[in-house]
């Protein structure tokens, strides 16, 4: 399996991006799919998971009112909408399968300015 984050950038206090995950070598849609991050001297976090069953969604509390998760089966991608971004959201952005990772991909860098 091979994940390929992107849509990283600068970005001010306050605005927003659009991050996405393809995935090759999988059946997309067997496996639901999640969004982490690792900011600079600190452990990689959990920020966001889509279910492949029902398409039900989870966030940390940090993140919860201001990213969306969201999946498109046909085109084996999950996206992550960042609205609302704090200088603390700075950070890498992976995504990859809960409880049973693949090989991590080389994640996205989103760096917000105060």
């Known amino acids: 399996v091979q994940l390929v984050e992107s849509g990283g950038g600068l970005v001010q206090a306050g605005g927003s991006l659009r991050l996405s995950c393809a995935a090759s070598g999988t059946t997309f849609t067997s496996n639901p799919r999640a969004w982490y991050r690792q900011a600079p001297g600190k452990q990689r976090e959990f920020v966001a998971v889509?279910?492949?069953?029902?398409?039900?969604?989870n966030y940390a509390d940090s993140v919860k009112g201001r990213f969306t998760i969201s999946r498109d089966n046909a085109k084996n991608t999950v996206y992550l909408q960042m609205n609302s971004l704090k200088v603390e959201d700075t950070a890498v952005y992976y995504c990859n399968r809960p409880g049973l990772w693949w090989p991590w991909g080389q994640g996205t860098q989103v760096t917000v300015s105060s």
């Open positions: 889509i279910m492949s069953s029902d398409g039900s969604t």
